[in-house]
């Protein structure tokens, strides 16, 4: 079915990006249980498959809201205020979701999957006190499966919308929303998306547009109505297909970054291309636990390594300054030792 959205000069006047974890949430979620190896996330789901595995959350609420297909409740996208909105405040704002909206939701979840989970019924019944719980879920896996990724993934949504605005500077919005998605395209007046499952107007959409990239999203894009919150349209983000590639990244100890950082420190960024326990470290690199730890605090004092909590263990994480500062010092050919 297509499906067209008509644009006043308003509505493209208050049309704007923005990138959001909670749309990462759900699509990466999704992706996760249906056991498949993606081609680009390979990687990912082998490291992250056997975590929510290990934390039972591959079985809980959250896991019922989002099913293998069909719809997911509007209430666990909300509209972002702004362009960059935070992980935490996004989870805010699902907390004070109305209990009446997240009844009508789960209704129209249950008429689409044909019944609730056992978890669901109960948040239906108890919606204060068990979407507290939901929160924690969310959060949890947040902990788990995409904190560690984030500074990656967020070079990533960044660069799709440099991209565009650079398009809408250079040729207008029209072409702007025309070079989306394949099933997407705009005729001078209104927005036409392919492959919807139901008719989409401005009564039943809002007001104005909110472009949102995506590294899970896909293959087409998602949508989320709830009037009076402008419409959302999740799109899948250029620049996926690189996105868990390795950096080139000198492990020998010499170069520009071991001059700065000292070896063990930069060996030890090398070492998290992806995310990793103190003692997968210290295997790794053939250093000390202890050493591993003096170095990671001193990293993490510097802003180059977060720390994210799974279970019993602590994974350890590149940011984003470490990535852009690996990506600047790999042209730099290793020195003799």
Known sequence: MRAELAFSVGDLARMRFAVSPMWEVGPSMRLLRSGNDHPVHRAWTAQVRPRLAATGLDRGRLAE????????????????????????????????????????????????????????????????????????????????????????????????????????????????????????????????LDDRRAPLSRQSAGAGLLLIPSVFTGPVPFTRLAPPDPPQLAYPARGIGALWESRPVHRGGGGALARVLGRSRSLLLAELDSPATTTELARRTELSVAGVSQCLTALRGAGLVSAHRAGRCVLYARTSVAEALLAAASDDPPTAT
């Open 65 to 192: 809201l989002v099913p293998p297909s069909g719809y997911v409740p509007d209430f666990l996208n909300p509209a972002p205020a702004g362009p960059f909105p935070t992980f935490e405040e996004e989870l805010a704002a699902i907390r004070v979701t109305p209990a009446a909206r997240v009844r009508g939701e789960l209704d129209r979840l249950r008429a689409d999957q044909g019944r609730l989970g056992p978890g669901l019924s109960g948040l239906y019944d108890d919606v204060p006190r068990l979407l507290e719980r939901v929160a924690e879920e969310i959060e949890a896996y947040w902990t788990v499966a995409l904190a560690p990724y984030w500074g990656r993934i967020r070079t990533v949504l960044d660069a799709d919308i440099f991209h565009r605005a650079r398009q809408v500077a250079e040729h207008g919005a029209g072409h702007l929303l025309g070079e989306l998605h394949s099933s997407v395209s705009w005729d001078e007046s209104s927005l036409r």
